[in-house]
C-alpha cells in the first residue's frame, strides 16, 4: 500500500474507532441521563406507541388504551370510573408524566422492565406486536364503590384494610377527578388539568394518603393501647384514678368533655365508650410524652408508609407535658392520614399484629404469566394479643352502647370509636368527623376501616363520626363481608 493510501485508510481506521467510542459512550455511559431528560420526546413517543397494560381490580381492568391520531403518540391511556379510581391509579398523561400506580408501575405496564426482557427478547423473534403487562391490585370493587358514594358530594376519605394480611380493600378521596381529561397532548388537555391545580378543593391530592388531620377522639384507641401496654391500668372495667373536672398540667385551662357524660373515675371501657377526653388527656400525662411517642411509633407514626405508593408521615409530637395531653386525645399537634388511623383499627383487630399495607397484589407479563406475587409481611406487633382482645372488647362496646351505634351490622360483630376532630385556630373551623372501625367473624377481621368527613355544608352541631362518618364506614365494611359470602 502506498504512503497516501495508507494515510487514508488510517483515518478512516480512526473515524470509526470515534464513532466505536462515542457510541458506546452514549449507549452505557449516558443512556439513563439522556432517557430521563425531560426534552427527549423519542422516550415518551416510544412509551405511547403501544399499548399500555393495565391495572386490574376484580379480575378485571380498570383501565385501558385508545388509538389517537392527533400528534406522534399513537394511543392513550383512558380510565373506567376514572373519580372513583384516581386515588389508586393516578394519571398517565402523554404531556405530563404519570403518578400513583400509573408511574410506579411504568416499566411493567410500558413493557420496559427489565422484568420483561425475555418477553420483549420473544417479541422480537415472533414479530408478535409489543404491548404492556398487568398490574393485579388488592381492591375491592364493591368496598370502593361503597367508600366513593358514601362520601359523595363531601370531603374526606376513606382507607379500607385487610387486618390479615394488610390489603388494601379501598382508597377513596373526594372530590375526585377524572384522569381522562388530560391524558393527551393538547391544549384541550393543558386547560383541563390547570383548572384542576387551580380548584380550590384540591381534586387531585389524594386526602388517604396525603393529607394528615387531627384524629380526634380515634387515637384515644392509641392512647389506651399505650396505658395497657406500660402497665397503667389492667382491668377495662376498673375505675380509673381521673377526677371531673381534670386540670391541664402547668396551667389553669380545664379539659371539658362533650355534654355532661360519666367520666369521673370511669373505667377504660366506660371512658372509650363515652369518649371522655379528662380520662384520656390525663392517662397520656401519666404516661408522658416519651411512651406515647414509643407507642404510636409502633402503630407506624411518625414515618411514611409506602403502599407502593407513598403516604405521608403521620405525626405523634414531641411535645411539653399540657400539648402531649391533648395530644393524646387525638388533638394538639398530633396529626393522622386516614391510612394511619385504619392501620391502628386493623392492628387491634388482629390481635396485635400490625401488617405492611399494600395494594399491588400481582404483577403480570403481556402473557398473563405471573412474575410477581406479594408476600403479606407483619410492620410490627403494637401490643399483646391480650391487650388488643382487651380494646376489641372496649371498641365493641363503643358500637353495641356507644358513641358508634350507627355502624351496627346484623349478625356481625363490630367494633369502632368515634371522633369529632377540633379545626382552626380555638376550633375556629368546621370540626372533621372521623370514625374507625373493624368487623369480626368466625375467621378472624376481614376488613378494618378508617373515614374522615370535612363537611362544610353541614351545621356545625350536626357534625359527628357517629353520625357522618359510621355509616360510611358501614356500607363499606358490609360490602367486603357480602363478597366473602
Given at each position: 500500500m502506498n504512503k497516501p493510501l495508507r494515510r487514508i485508510a488510517m483515518f478512516c481506521g480512526l473515524l470509526i474507532l470515534a464513532l466505536l467510542v462515542r457510541t458506546n459512550y452514549l449507549q452505557y455511559v449516558r443512556a439513563d441521563e439522556l432517557n430521563a431528560n425531560e426534552h427527549n420526546r423519542r422516550v415518551e413517543i416510544e412509551r405511547y406507541a403501544h399499548e399500555r397494560g393495565n391495572i386490574i381490580v376484580d379480575g378485571e381492568p380498570i383501565t385501558g388504551s385508545v388509538e389517537t391520531t392527533d400528534g406522534d403518540f399513537k394511543y392513550k391511556r383512558v380510565w373506567k370510573d376514572g373519580p372513583m379510581w384516581a386515588p389508586v391509579t393516578g394519571y398517565s398523561s402523554q404531556a405530563f408524566d404519570s403518578s400513583q400506580l400509573e408511574n410506579l408501575e411504568d416499566g411493567i405496564l410500558t413493557g420496559n422492565s427489565d422484568q420483561l426482557f425475555f418477553d420483549r427478547t420473544l417479541s422480537m423473534f415472533t414479530g408478535e406486536k409489543k404491548t404492556g403487562g398487568n398490574i393485579v391490585t388488592t381492591l375491592d370493587g364493591a368496598a370502593q364503590k361503597a367508600a366513593f358514594e358514601g362520601l359523595g358530594d363531601k370531603k374526606g376519605a376513606v382507607a379500607a384494610l385487610d387486618p390479615q394480611t394488610g390489603a388494601i380493600l379501598a382508597l377513596a378521596s373526594t372530590p375526585s377527578y377524572d384522569p381522562s381529561v388530560f391524558a393527551g397532548n393538547s391544549f384541550k388537555d393543558s386547560d383541563a388539568r390547570q383548572k384542576l391545580l387551580k380548584d380550590e378543593d384540591k381534586p387531585m391530592l389524594n386526602r388517604a394518603l396525603r393529607e394528615t388531620y387531627p384524629p380526634g377522639s380515634t387515637f384515644k384507641v392509641v392512647t389506651a393501647a399505650a396505658a395497657l401496654e406500660n402497665g397503667l391500668y389492667t382491668d377495662i372495667d376498673a375505675d380509673t384514678e381521673s377526677p371531673l373536672p381534670w386540670q391541664l398540667p402547668q396551667s389553669t385551662n380545664l379539659l371539658q368533655n362533650e355534654g355532661d357524660i360519666p367520666c369521673e373515675n370511669a373505667s377504660l371501657r366506660e371512658a372509650l365508650r363515652w369518649s371522655c377526653n379528662t380520662v384520656f388527656g390525663k392517662m397520656s400525662d401519666d404516661l408522658g410524652n416519651d411512651k406515647m411517642i414509643e407507642q404510636a411509633d409502633k402503630f407506624g407514626f411518625?414515618?411514611?408508609?409506602?403502599?407502593?405508593?407513598?403516604?405521608?408521615?403521620?405525626?405523634?409530637?414531641?411535645?411539653?407535658?399540657?400539648?402531649?395531653?391533648?395530644?393524646?386525645?387525638?388533638?394538639?399537634?398530633?396529626?393522622?392520614?386516614?391510612?394511619?388511623?385504619?392501620?391502628?383499627?386493623?392492628?387491634?383487630?388482629?390481635?396485635?399484629?400490625?401488617?405492611?399495607?399494600?395494594?399491588?397484589?400481582?404483577?403480570?407479563?403481556?402473557?398473563?404469566?405471573?412474575?410477581?406475587?406479594?408476600?403479606?409481611?407483619?410492620?410490627?406487633?403494637?401490643?399483646?394479643?391480650?391487650?388488643?382482645?382487651?380494646?376489641?372488647?372496649?371498641?365493641?362496646?363503643?358500637?353495641?352502647?356507644?358513641?358508634?351505634?350507627?355502624?351496627?351490622?346484623?349478625?356481625?360483630?363490630?367494633?369502632?370509636?368515634?371522633?369529632?376532630?377540633?379545626?382552626?385556630?380555638?376550633?375556629?373551623?368546621?370540626?372533621?368527623?372521623?370514625?374507625?372501625?373493624?368487623?369480626?367473624?368466625?375467621?378472624?377481621?376481614?376488613?378494618?376501616?378508617?373515614?374522615?368527613?370535612?363537611?362544610?355544608?353541614?351545621n356545625r352541631d350536626d357534625i359527628s363520626g357517629g353520625g357522618l362518618a359510621a355509616p360510611i364506614a358501614k356500607s363499606v365494611m358490609k360490602a367486603v363481608l357480602d363478597g366473602k359470602k
Open positions: 411518625n414515618k411514611e408508609v409506602f403502599t407502593p405508593v407513598r403516604a405521608d408521615a403521620s405525626i405523634y409530637p414531641k411535645d411539653n407535658r399540657p400539648q402531649n395531653a391533648m395530644a393524646g386525645i387525638g388533638q394538639a399537634s398530633n396529626r393522622a392520614t386516614p391510612l394511619q388511623m385504619a392501620m391502628v383499627a386493623s392492628a387491634i383487630a388482629n390481635d396485635g399484629k400490625l401488617m405492611q399495607p399494600y395494594m399491588v397484589a400481582q404483577r403480570q407479563a403481556p402473557n398473563l404469566d405471573v412474575i410477581y406475587t406479594h408476600e403479606k409481611e407483619q410492620l410490627s406487633e403494637p401490643l399483646s394479643g391480650e391487650n388488643a382482645q382487651k380494646l376489641q372488647q372496649m371498641m365493641e362496646t363503643v358500637v353495641k352502647d356507644g358513641t358508634g351505634k350507627n355502624a351496627q351490622i346484623d349478625g356481625v360483630t363490630v367494633g369502632g370509636k368515634t371522633g369529632t376532630a377540633q379545626h382552626g385556630l380555638n376550633n375556629s373551623e368546621k370540626p372533621y368527623a372521623w370514625f374507625i372501625s373493624y368487623a369480626k367473624t368466625d375467621s378472624g377481621s376481614p376488613v378494618a376501616v378508617a373515614v374522615v368527613v370535612e363537611d362544610g355544608n353541614a
